[in-house]
């Protein structure tokens, strides 16, 4: 039963991605805005929704490892294998405004990360600790992007006589309707995938925490992996993207921010090293967007492999 219940996720993931990525890029027609900004926001805020779940839940119950692992993993795992199986797909077309502030304020979302969680060497503290009065800072960041994507959108709206009169994608009802159940089934189906891969998981002897850093991390970026492959076969790059780092960004600032707002996060030592991998490998990622203004099959190819090793490294670290 459990395996089956693992194929409905999958299941649920691929067809709800589909209908996802379909009903929010037409809604950005509609709205006259860039796909890419429906990417940065509805689709990234979207697609994240299992990490801000799981992160929440794991603060409440005072499982800060469980709270951060689970960002800084699936952060890595966007970067890496998300970019990467996507831009293998299809080569990602980078907007110039992507590379000079979204990517740019990931990476100062996560040398944000560093410095609020960095006690012991920058205060002088007893013990490392992500507090309410940090989580606020990190939620205050978050308003700040939230602001800049909003007056963006507003900026780079087309035209009404740009814009056709009807989309042939049926009424404002309908797509907000298909996007919302694409979404259900995301996040119903990355679920079912994360519960019962963890219990074929412990069966087969693995322990908690490597499960922790591993299928929770993975399991909760599904959605993004799903929803950004669906974008790059539907040549929509801007929304991969766009959702790829509208997701690192939210995952940090909102649901670490949030987390630590509800319950102060204890950051274990270990931590330090992924967060350190995290901020290199979006710098690379900055990197790449630079040349040439895409993300080639090559530059895929190596961002997919270095995931590989990052994954062998904390099996073998745990």
Same mark, same amino acid.
């Given at each position: 039963m459990t395996y089956i219940l693992l194929a409905v996720g999958f299941a649920l993931l691929i067809k709800g991605a589909d209908y996802f990525? @379909?009903? !929010? %890029?037409t809604i950005a027609t509609m709205l006259r805005v860039p796909p890419l900004l429906v990417g940065l926001t509805i689709?990234? &805020?979207?697609? %994240? %929704?299992? @990490?801000?779940?799981?992160s929440m839940i794991a603060a409440m119950e005072g499982n800060s490892d469980v709270s951060l692992g689970n960002v800084v993993g699936s952060n890595i795992f966007n970067i890496t294998l998300v970019v990467g199986i996507t831009a293998m797909i299809n080569p990602l077309a980078v907007e110039t405004t992507t590379i000079r502030k979204e990517i740019p304020f990931t990476l100062l979302a996560s040398v944000a990360l560093a410095v609020v969680a960095s006690d012991v060497a920058l205060q002088m503290a007893g013990t490392n600790l992500i507090g309410r009065s940090e989580g606020l800072i990190l939620l205050l960041f978050f308003m700040i992007f939230l602001y800049y994507i909003i007056e963006v959108a507003l900026n780079n709206r087309e035209p009404v006589s740009d814009v056709p009169t009807t989309t042939g994608k049926g009424t404002w009802g309908k797509n907000i309707f298909i996007t919302i159940a694409g979404l259900a089934a995301i996040i119903f189906g990355g679920d079912l995938v994360v519960d019962h891969a963890t219990t074929i998981a412990l069966s087969l002897?693995?322990? @908690?925490t490597l499960v922790g850093l591993t299928i929770v991390a993975v399991g909760t970026s599904l959605p993004e992996l799903i929803t950004s492959i669906t974008a790059a076969l539907k040549k929509k790059s801007e929304i991969a993207l766009g959702n790829i780092v509208g997701s690192n960004i939210f995952n940090i600032l909102f649901v670490l921010g949030a987390s630590a707002t509800i319950s102060p996060l204890a950051v274990n030592d270990? +931590? &330090?090293?992924? +967060? !350190?991998i995290m901020i290199i490998l979006t710098a690379v990622l900055l990197i790449f967007s630079r040349s040439k203004f895409k993300i080639s099959k090559v530059e895929g190819a190596i961002l997919a492999a270095v995931y590989i090793v990052y994954l062998v490294y904390i099996i073998l670290r745990n």
């Amino acid at each position: 039963m459990t395996y089956i219940l693992l194929a409905v996720g999958f299941a649920l993931l691929i067809k709800g991605a589909d209908y996802f990525v @379909e009903g !929010a %890029s037409t809604i950005a027609t509609m709205l006259r805005v860039p796909p890419l900004l429906v990417g940065l926001t509805i689709v990234a &805020f979207g697609t %994240s %929704s299992p @990490e801000a779940t799981v992160s929440m839940i794991a603060a409440m119950e005072g499982n800060s490892d469980v709270s951060l692992g689970n960002v800084v993993g699936s952060n890595i795992f966007n970067i890496t294998l998300v970019v990467g199986i996507t831009a293998m797909i299809n080569p990602l077309a980078v907007e110039t405004t992507t590379i000079r502030k979204e990517i740019p304020f990931t990476l100062l979302a996560s040398v944000a990360l560093a410095v609020v969680a960095s006690d012991v060497a920058l205060q002088m503290a007893g013990t490392n600790l992500i507090g309410r009065s940090e989580g606020l800072i990190l939620l205050l960041f978050f308003m700040i992007f939230l602001y800049y994507i909003i007056e963006v959108a507003l900026n780079n709206r087309e035209p009404v006589s740009d814009v056709p009169t009807t989309t042939g994608k049926g009424t404002w009802g309908k797509n907000i309707f298909i996007t919302i159940a694409g979404l259900a089934a995301i996040i119903f189906g990355g679920d079912l995938v994360v519960d019962h891969a963890t219990t074929i998981a412990l069966s087969l002897g693995m322990s @908690e925490t490597l499960v922790g850093l591993t299928i929770v991390a993975v399991g909760t970026s599904l959605p993004e992996l799903i929803t950004s492959i669906t974008a790059a076969l539907k040549k929509k790059s801007e929304i991969a993207l766009g959702n790829i780092v509208g997701s690192n960004i939210f995952n940090i600032l909102f649901v670490l921010g949030a987390s630590a707002t509800i319950s102060p996060l204890a950051v274990n030592d270990k +931590i &330090f090293t992924d +967060i !350190a991998i995290m901020i290199i490998l979006t710098a690379v990622l900055l990197i790449f967007s630079r040349s040439k203004f895409k993300i080639s099959k090559v530059e895929g190819a190596i961002l997919a492999a270095v995931y590989i090793v990052y994954l062998v490294y904390i099996i073998l670290r745990n």
